[in-house]
């Protein structure tokens, strides 16, 4: 179980292989599982433009990040990450009749090849709406689970 006021380090989920070799053809991650330092992230988040949304969404949906990482809707890569890591959005209904109806969970995967041990991590949080949402797909490569 995912604690929220916990800092440091905690496994949230894991990236399916062939999500990984859809998006990003030719990247050998260190390993597929993909943790978050929830106090830390809160911290970032507060650091964006647009705080206010990102630390609503983590405040009201942080508890179902594990179960957003297990029954995810649509991956979505990307690019804007350095030269060692692959990145991958991370979109998951968590609003049946309401919007903004998905959470998109950004992740940071670490190349085996950097050469140094750096783990998996949850970069950002925001909620989308069903329009913003296909409008992403429509933009970038993605695929279904």
């Given at each position: ?50 705080y206010v ?73 925001m909620l ?17 689970p």
């Amino acid at each position: 179980m995912l604690d929220l006021g916990l800092d440091q380090l905690q496994l949230v989920g894991r990236i399916p292989v062939a999500v990984v070799q859809a998006l990003w053809p030719g990247f050998v991650p260190q390993d597929h599982d993909v943790y978050i330092n929830p106090v830390y992230l809160r911290r970032h988040l507060q650091s964006r433009p647009d705080y206010v949304n990102r630390v609503a969404a983590f405040n009201q949906y942080g508890h179902l990040l594990e179960s957003c990482f297990a029954g995810a809707d649509t991956y979505a890569r990307y690019d804007r990450v350095s030269g060692d890591e692959a990145g991958l959005d991370i979109f998951s209904r968590v609003e049946v009749r309401r919007e903004p109806a998905f959470v998109q969970i950004g992740v940071r995967l670490a190349s085996a090849s950097s050469g140094r041990h750096k783990r998996n991590y949850v970069a950002t949080m925001m909620l989308v709406s069903t329009p913003r949402l296909r409008a992403t797909l429509r933009r970038v490569p993605h695929c279904q689970p």
